[in-house]
């Protein structure tokens, strides 16, 4: 099994920041790819990025583009996702995510092991 731990939520108005971090334990071995989604009440589960370990690269669904980015913690197997500019839209529940398979995937259903979530609100 893997386990992550988030952290790093919190409430800033818009055009502040706030980084998330999510750590992995267990048996981080087997992981390929750790990811960021988030949830609004009421909506799908959205795609917002993803670390891709096997070449260190990353990707960013278009609504963060340029304001999100996505970087391997020193030393661990962690990630964190440093938010910039952030827009009232930004608010929702962010959730870490890990899979199995190398590459990049923006779908849920590919990510075996989720974390809790951490709440991130934006005000005007």
């Known amino acids: 099994q893997v386990q992550l731990a988030e952290s790093g939520g919190g409430s800033v108005q818009a055009g502040g920041s706030l980084t998330l971090s999510c750590v992995a334990s267990?048996?981080?071995?087997?992981?390929?790819?750790m990811a960021w989604f988030r949830q609004s009440p009421g909506q799908d589960r959205e795609f917002v990025a993803v670390y891709v370990w096997s070449n260190m690269s990353t990707y960013y669904a278009d609504p963060v583009k340029g304001r999100f980015t996505l970087f391997r913690d020193s030393g661990k197997v962690a990630v964190s996702l440093a938010m910039n500019n952030l827009v009232p839209e930004d608010t929702a529940v962010y959730y870490c995510?890990?899979?199995?398979?190398?590459?990049?995937?923006?779908?849920?259903?590919?990510?075996?092991?989720w974390g809790q979530g951490t709440q991130v609100t934006v005000s005007s």
């Open positions: 267990g048996r981080i071995f087997s992981i390929g790819r």
């Open positions: 995510a890990a899979g199995l398979d190398r590459g990049e995937d923006s779908r849920g259903e590919s990510y075996a092991f």
